[in-house]
């Protein structure tokens, strides 16, 4: 969603309020493509605090489908968020971008708010979601989801240090 920034940029101490809803269906984090759930109308605040600076707010929750860690099964992960940045509208295009700060939320006097979520979903981006705290996960000989019950698969792990010892064993077996 775009919202036109040129009123506020030449208003010293003029505010624009609204609610909004997002246009995010899906995130792309690492090349994988998780989707997004209905999320949530935003709370969008933004105040010319002088000098062409912009003070920006947006508060609103994001919801994901994530698979899990262990079983892959999928979770439904929820990002609350409350966003605040300080934008200088004096910068050009070229300055906005060499800057340390990333600007790519501003677009031709336009704010995109989606890019803006986009970019605190980013940030804070779990490492790793678990469906419960004690996820069995998956069997690692058949691929048997071990949360729905047990496979019946042999999963005794030697230490890989004693397996020239098992397989000595097994040539000498007694038939």
């Known amino acids: 969603m775009l919202v036109e920034l040129s009123k506020v940029i030449f208003h010293e101490g003029y505010t624009i309020q609204q609610e909004s809803k997002l246009d995010l269906t899906d995130i792309t984090v690492q090349g994988e493509k998780f989707p997004v759930l209905a999320p949530d109308p935003v709370k969008l605040k933004i105040v010319n605090s002088g000098d062409s600076v912009l003070a920006i707010q947006v508060q609103g929750k994001v919801s994901a489908v ?23 509208m004096k910068l050009s295009a070229e300055e906005m971008e060499e800057s340390e700060e990333e600007y790519n939320f501003i677009e031709k006097g336009h704010l995109n708010v989606d890019q803006l979520v986009k970019n605190e979903l980013l940030i804070n981006w779990p490492i ?48």
């Open 66 to 88: 994530i698979p899990c860690s262990r079983c892959l099964e999928d979770v439904r992960y929820d990002f609350p968020f409350l966003i605040e940045r300080n934008v200088d």
């Open 128 to 175: 790793r979601v678990l469906c419960k705290e004690d996820c069995r996960g998956i069997c690692s000989r058949c691929g048997a989801n071990l949360n729905l019950g047990d496979c019946g698969c042999d999963r005794e792990e030697l230490d890989p240090r004693m397996a020239a010892l098992k397989d000595i064993f097994s040539k000498f077996k007694e038939v």
